[in-house]
Structure formats: C-alpha cells, structure tokens
C-alpha cells in the first residue's frame, strides 16, 4: 500500500544536513504518550525553546492492516503537535509525514512505534534555507526605527506610530477570568480616550490576548477588547473607530506555559493597531 502523507501545509524536501532528530515511543496500538515518554517531551520543549520545528513523522510496527497503522501513525503525529504548539517555534510551511508501517522496520518492534521531530537548534537557525535547500531569503533594507521609550505617555507613542504598528496598552487590567477592568485601569482607560479625543482622524483596532491556558474556548481576549471598546463608545467615540479582536493565546509574548507570573502578565495584554491617521 502506498504510504499516507498527512500535510497540514506546504510540502517540501529536507536535506540532511545540520537537521537534529528526536523520537518519542508509543506502546502498542496507542497514539497517547505514556507518563515517562510525556516527562521526555516536556524536558525536551524546555530545552529547545529558541528550536524550530521542521517536521514530525510517524511510525509503527507490523501488528495490523496497512490502514489501520496509517491512521495510528497520523493519530501520534497529532499527539506530538498538540503538545508542542505554541511551546516552540514552527515553521510555517511545517510538514506532518505519517508513514505507517511503510518504512524499513528495525528488529525491536518497539523502536517501530514512535514519532519524530527534525528540528533546527538555534545555533543552525541562520542556515535554514541551506538545510532546506531552498534559496536564500533577500531581506530588504527596513526603514531607520526611531526608539519611542517603553515608558513613554501613549500620546508620544501614537504621534510616532505608523499605519499598522501595534502598542500595548499598559496597565488595562482585568478581574480573574472575567472581561471586567480593574479600578485600577481607569487612569489607561483615560489615556487612550483623550488620544483619540485629540486626533479624530485616528482609528484603531484593539486586540485582546490572554495567558496560561491552551485555547481561549470562551472568547475572552474578545471581550476583553470589546469592554474596552464599550468604555470609549460610553464616552462618545464613534463605533467606527475603534474595531475589536480577540487573538487568545495565538501570539504570547513568551511561550505558553509561562515560566513565571511576569511573562504570563506580559502575555495577558490588550494592544491597539494603528489603522489610520
């Protein structure tokens, strides 16, 4: 039987130079990782943080049909990918190959049924094209940044901003689990209305990101930006200025899980876009 290639993007060929490898092993006729391949995995995200994932590949032993290994191998792909993403850097033409028994099978049945990942360290990150065999990428000279302080009023922030810069709202805060800004949050909430008070052709969207949990099943970054919104509107801005968004945890700061409260506080944010000016 032809094997099954799983893709969840853009296919492409690897080399093997400079690409690392590791695998994890599965028990029989399972795609969920036993408790010390699970303690492996975990120690291995903590190790390769600043990594690149490239691939993941999936295999098993002889013991079933040629179908029903095919299946078995995508189903421990997936569980490899569910307990990564968002942990480390994966490229965007990420591939996911599942090649059930068809590969050249190694006397310890055991070593048969696994999954591996070909990955890039950050040492060898500046070589991706080369390992990829892809031509190298032609980065167009950018613009002179001016440096605004990350202290500066938000009003000195939004005069230096472009169309399509985007800046965090510091001190917007929220009570626990919930879409209700803090008292707190008052003096923020007063910044951002009289900057666009002051400049009636500014328009924003304002984009809400949450922390510390897997996926954001109840919209709250959306609400979270939407209270923000109704507060603006409450105060006389027009709808049509101000769009909302909810991102989850899609873009952290720092990968999820967090080490620590001040990278989950860094991850829980409410940023603005500038659309225009």
């Known amino acids: 039987m032809n094997r099954i290639f799983y893709l969840l993007f853009l296919f492409f060929s690897f080399t093997a130079f400079s690409q690392d490898t590791i695998s ?18 975990r120690e291995w995200i903590i190790k390769n943080r600043k990594s690149k994932i490239l691939s993941i590949r999936g295999y098993t032993d ?22 990564i993403v968002g942990k480390i850097k994966i490229r965007e033409d990420f591939k996911t190959i599942s090649y059930g028994e068809n590969f050249k099978q190694s006397e310890i049945k055991a070593e048969n049924r696994r999954a591996s990942i070909y990955y890039l360290k950050e040492e060898d990150l500046d070589k991706e094209q080369e390992v990829l065999g892809l031509p190298p990428v032609t980065i167009e000279k950018e613009e002179e940044i001016v440096e605004i302080p990350d202290d500066a009023p938000l009003h000195v922030k939004v005069a230096a901003a472009k169309v ?9 805060n ?19 209305l009289f900057v666009l008070q002051n400049n009636p052709n500014l328009t924003i969207q304002i984009q ?15 609400e979270r930006a939407k209270q923000v919104r109704r507060f603006l509107m409450y105060k ?10 909810g991102y989850g945890v899609r873009y952290p700061i720092y990968p999820i899980p967090e080490d620590n409260e001040e990278q989950a506080a860094a991850n829980r944010r409410v940023e603005i876009e500038i659309l225009s000016k």
Do not use: W
Not at 165 to 171: E, G, P
Not at 236 to 245: A, E, K, N, Q
């Open 236 to 245: 006389g801005i027009p709808m049509h200025r101000v769009s909302v968004t």
């Open 208 to 222: 809400g990101h949450i922390c510390c949990v897997d996926s954001d099943r109840r919209n709250l970054s959306l």
């Open 174 to 192: 929220f009570y626990q689990n919930t879409f209700q800004t803090t008292q707190e949050s008052q003096a923020a909430l007063y910044d951002l």
């Open 62 to 83: 002889e013991v079933g049909t040629n179908q029903y290994n095919d299946t078995l191998s995508q189903k421990r792909v997936k569980s490899i990918y569910r307990s």
């Open 164 to 172: 399509g810069d985007k800046i965090i709202l510091k001190n917007i």
């Open 24 to 41: 994890f092993y599965f028990e029989t006729d399972k795609y969920e990782l036993s408790a010390t391949e699970k303690i492996r995995l």
